[in-house]
């Protein structure tokens, strides 16, 4: 996919969290320290960490648990929104038993109030009886926001395949 294509979705999804539609009562968050940055991101990559523990032990309610309540997952161009429009574009994919989907965040950073943050790691789909073919691999982006539980759920995912050719 060209980096143009790449980025254009990259400022969607951005945008697509900003909308505000699950802020809580604190949605004037005041700046957070570097060191409570530091300490948000490590936080960040451990919840992306769960996150795909959750999908390994529990898939496809694994991976609709970890998204907020108006959480979206792009793919295939289209954006699905909230637990139902997920479940029905994932359930084909978790249905089938031998399919596999890891994942592991190499970068996190945390917006300046706090409560929005990123991971950006590599992903690898598996499927097969020997559960060893790989059939997608890639990058993928996941926004994430910080519930008043202090807990991240994911605002919006989206994975950019590994070139073919």
Known sequence: MPRWITFALT???LGACADGSDRGADEARSAVDE???R???AELIEADRQF???VRRNGLAGWITSFAPTGRMISEGRS?????????VMLPVFADSTFSLTWDPNYAEVSASGDMGYTVGRYAARSSPDGDTLVD????LTVWRRQDDGT??????IGNADPTD
């Open 52 to 54: 795909a523990d959750a």
């Open 152 to 157: 991240w759920k994911v605002k919006a995912d």
């Open 137 to 140: 691999s890639g990058t993928y």
């Open 11 to 13: 400022v969607a999804v």
């Open 80 to 88: 699905h929104i909230g637990p139902e429009g997920i479940r029905r």
């Open 39 to 41: 300490t948000l991101e």
């Open 35 to 37: 060191e409570e940055l």
